[in-house]
């Protein structure tokens, strides 16, 4: 089992930025990708980005794209989404996640924090 905790969100003005963090514990060497949600109230869950934890190659949707940075720290098995440019669109609560594989679904979830962007 993985446990994912996320930390960062709040409110901010448009055009401002915030980092979110995600920290990961119990069977962490099973992790081979990690990735971010959001879910805005009455829309789907959407992907972010995600990062393979080996190498460290991103990949983002197009809507982030030049906005959104995912990162990670091995050492503290801590994945990062610094998010710069904020718009009142990008509110909602994100959620982490981490998959047993490079592709396709993820296996583990955090419990998500509410990110609010303020015009």
């Known amino acids: 089992q993985v446990q994912l905790v996320e930390s960062g969100g709040g409110l901010v003005q448009a055009g401002g930025s915030l980092r979110l963090s995600c920290a990961a514990s119990?069977?962490?060497?099973?992790?081979?990708?990690m990735g971010w949600f959001r879910q805005a109230p009455g829309k789907e869950r959407e992907w972010l980005a995600s990062?393979?934890?080996?190498?460290?190659?991103?990949y983002y949707t197009d809507s982030v794209k030049g906005r959104f940075t995912i990162s990670r720290d091995s050492a503290k098995t801590t994945v990062y989404l610094q998010m710069n440019y904020l718009k009142p669109e990008d509110t909602a609560d994100y959620y982490c996640?981490?998959?047993?594989?490079?592709?396709?679904?993820?296996?583990?979830w955090g419990q998500g924090t509410q990110v609010t962007v303020s015009s």
């Open positions: 996640a981490a998959s047993l594989r490079t592709t396709g679904g993820y296996d583990y």
């Open positions: 119990g069977r962490t060497f099973s992790m081979l990708r």
């Open positions: 990062i393979i934890w080996s190498g460290g190659s991103t």
